[in-house]
């Protein structure tokens, strides 16, 4: 399982850096992707990461202003975010793709971790 972390309240222009652990043992995913889930919205893609990092992709909402990474040795993804806005403000959750330049997980994971809250306001 996956579980995200670094979450809190930040203000306008600031950033926040999260992380996504796989537990119990596991892998980190080959390719990894984070969404979010803005209030009232559905879940979106925000960034994904191919095995290696060498491939990544980002929404056009967070492009030029966030970086995905991920370090295999200690089984975690990261995704930062600078220059936060208001609209930011959401769950982030992090899930496997197949393809790091997919938009969804695989049709059969159901397993969402809790997320982690963004919020971002003065």
């Known amino acids: 399982q996956l579980i995200e972390s670094g979450g809190g309240v930040v203000q306008p222009g600031g950033s926040v850096r999260l992380s996504c652990s796989a537990s119990g043992g596991t892998k980190l995913p080959a390719a990894v992707g984070w969404f979010r889930r803005a209030p009232g919205k559905e879940r979106e893609v925000v960034a994904g990461i191919s095995w290696l990092g060498g491939s990544t992709r980002y929404a056009d909402f967070v492009r030029g202003r966030s970086t995905i990474s991920r370090n295999n040795d200690k089984e975690t993804a990261y995704l930062e975010i600078n220059d936060l806005k208001p609209e930011d403000t959401a769950v982030y959750y992090c899930?496997?793709?197949?393809?790091?330049?997919?938009?969804?997980?695989?049709?059969?994971?159901?397993?969402w971790g809790q997320g982690t809250q963004v919020t971002v306001s003065s």
């Open positions: 899930a496997p793709l197949l393809y790091y330049d997919q938009s969804e997980p695989p049709s059969d994971f159901d397993s």
